[in-house]
């Protein structure tokens, strides 16, 4: 086990490029699923609620890989190739990124919050805020948990060996 280990730490691409594409495939998936379902044949229903969930699923995966590969990068050496979008992430200004963080936390607070005056609405009952409710969660977990990820290699760099 520990040489599979070794051998993953030193290939990065192996954690980005995978958890890239489960990213952008999460993406494809959520976003229609905002206007679905869509009825594609006869009795068969595409983008709906289960699309959403299962997108949720794939992009939170595809957000922990990313967050492993550039935990990695972080520790590579200098002249290891960084792919440019890896490269950005780690340039990026720790300012920026806590607003950014903060803003997930605050769309996921003020989504959750019109939820519950919702469902408080028709007294606590059966809530058919699902749609809603899902791409709450998708919008705002999957994309922050990409960004805890750069968070954690930001606080690597600075962390004292």
Known sequence: ??????????????????????FVIS???????????FQIGNGIRFFGPHT????????????VFLSLALS??????????TPRF??????????????VLMAFFGAFLSGGAYTLWQWSKIHYS????????LGLIYFTLV????????FQLHLQKRAVT
């Open 72 to 81: 990695l990068y972080g520790r590579a050496s200098a002249g290891k190739r």
């Open 86 to 99: 890896a490269a950005f992430l780690a340039r990026l200004r720790e300012d920026i990124l806590f607003w």
């Open 126 to 133: 059966d809530l058919a805020f699902i749609k809603f409710t």
């Open 52 to 63: 959403q969930a299962l997108s949720i699923l794939i992009g939170f995966y595809g957000a």
């Open 27 to 37: 993406l494809l998936l959520a976003v229609p699923s905002l206007w679905g379902p």
């Open 1 to 22: 086990m520990r040489h599979l280990l070794t051998i993953l730490a030193g290939v990065p691409n192996a954690f980005w490029y995978p958890g890239l594409t489960l």
């Open 143 to 150: 994309p922050a948990a990409v960004v805890f990820g750069v």
